[in-house]
């Protein structure tokens, strides 16, 4: 910091401008001095002024630990995308997904490919439901049938499995149909139904999430695997053909 100047040596200073016009100070140059001065200032705060930034993309908050998987969490409904029968779910997978912190698109995708909105559909392996749970994920005094317990069930399972792919729904999905456990293993050890989940499930989330107004990879998915699956959840919702 410097040090205050005194009376006297400031006659000094003037004096000395006075005898000597080429100074550094001269009378002339003073006007130069200060507009450089103020200058020099105003470039100094603006180079440490706070720059502002465009707003960042909402970052996926999983109960069980921060990931950083871009969604929006905040949807107020899913893609018009997704079948007929996964629409009729539509308010309620709103609800789910806001009650897990997860993406409703993300939600719409696992049920798609797991019941196509069938409340009522098993598996050969005895998975249930919605979202096809496992019998060993539900206590014994709930009925895996029911749509508001399935669900509290299969997005528990689904955020776990997000939060240990550490945001990377790709993983995530793996590890929703193959067990967590192969979240971190190679690609190559998990198994065929896997590789066909994600191969299908990771794109459709991809079409859902960019807005896009049909998905050809749905549509291969409906084609190949869904078309039977959709026609049951169909009859058993009461939707008209």
Not at 188 to 213: C, H, K
Request: aromatic share 10%; proline share 6%.
């Amino acid at each position: 910091m410097p040090r205050a100047r005194t009376s006297e040596q400031v006659q000094r200073q003037t004096a000395a401008l006075q005898q000597d016009g080429s100074g550094c100070l001269s009378v002339y140059s003073l006007p130069l001095f200060a507009v450089a001065l103020i200058t020099c200032l105003l470039t100094a705060l603006a180079f440490y002024a706070p720059t502002p930034t465009s707003a960042s993309p909402i970052e996926f908050q999983s109960p069980i630990q921060n990931t950083t998987t871009i969604m929006t969490s905040a949807s107020t409904r899913i893609s018009p995308i997704f079948t007929r029968e996964v629409q009729h779910w539509s308010d309620d997978i709103v609800r789910w997904a806001g009650a897990s912190s997860l993406d409703p698109n993300l939600v719409a995708v696992v049920m798609q490919i797991e019941s196509c909105g069938d409340p009522r559909a098993v598996s050969s392996a005895g998975a249930a439901g919605l979202f096809q749970v496992m019998p060993f994920h539900f206590q014994s005094t709930e009925n895996p049938f029911n749509p508001e317990t399935n669900a509290f069930r299969g997005l528990d399972y689904l955020a776990r499995s997000l939060a240990k792919a550490n945001g990377n729904v790709r993983l995530a999905l793996a590890g929703y149909n193959g067990g967590i456990g192969v979240i971190t293993r190679g690609e190559w050890s998990w198994s065929a139904q896997t590789l066909r989940y994600v191969y299908f499930g990771a794109p459709i989330y991809e079409d859902a999430r960019n807005g896009l107004g049909s998905s050809p990879t749905l549509q291969e998915w409906y084609q190949k695997y869904g078309a039977s699956l959709c026609r049951q959840a169909s009859q058993r919702l009461g939707l008209n053909p």
